[in-house]
């Protein structure tokens, strides 16, 4: 039983995380993407077209880790 509980909290843990860095690295992104529209403002559909698909890469890998996480936890 006791290594259930540390399966779970580990699981926990990782998908906490991954969370975590997602929410980082999406801040970042939009930090930047705002900066660069800033001083280029005629570029600004490129750089929302860029940020958005990059956010969307990073949520894409974190929802797959946190479901790995998961699947650890249930095994």
Same mark, same amino acid.
């Given at each position: 039983?006791?290594?259930?509980?540390?399966?779970?909290?580990?699981?926990?843990?990782?998908?906490?995380?991954?969370?975590?860095?997602?929410? @980082?690295?999406?801040?970042?992104?939009?930090?930047?993407?705002?900066?660069? @529209?800033?001083?280029?403002?005629?570029?600004?559909?490129?750089?929302?077209?860029?940020?958005?698909?990059?956010?969307?890469? @990073?949520?894409?890998?974190?929802?797959?880790?946190?479901? @790995?996480?998961?699947?650890?936890?249930?095994?």
């Amino acid at each position: 039983m006791e290594g259930l509980a540390l399966a779970f909290m580990g699981a926990g843990l990782g998908a906490g995380i991954v969370t975590w860095g997602a929410a @980082i690295g999406i801040g970042r992104i939009a930090g930047q993407a705002m900066d660069g @529209i800033a001083r280029q403002p005629e570029a600004a559909s490129k750089i929302q077209t860029a940020m958005l698909i990059s956010a969307a890469l @990073i949520e894409g890998v974190a929802f797959f880790n946190a479901v @790995i996480c998961m699947l650890i936890a249930l095994k």
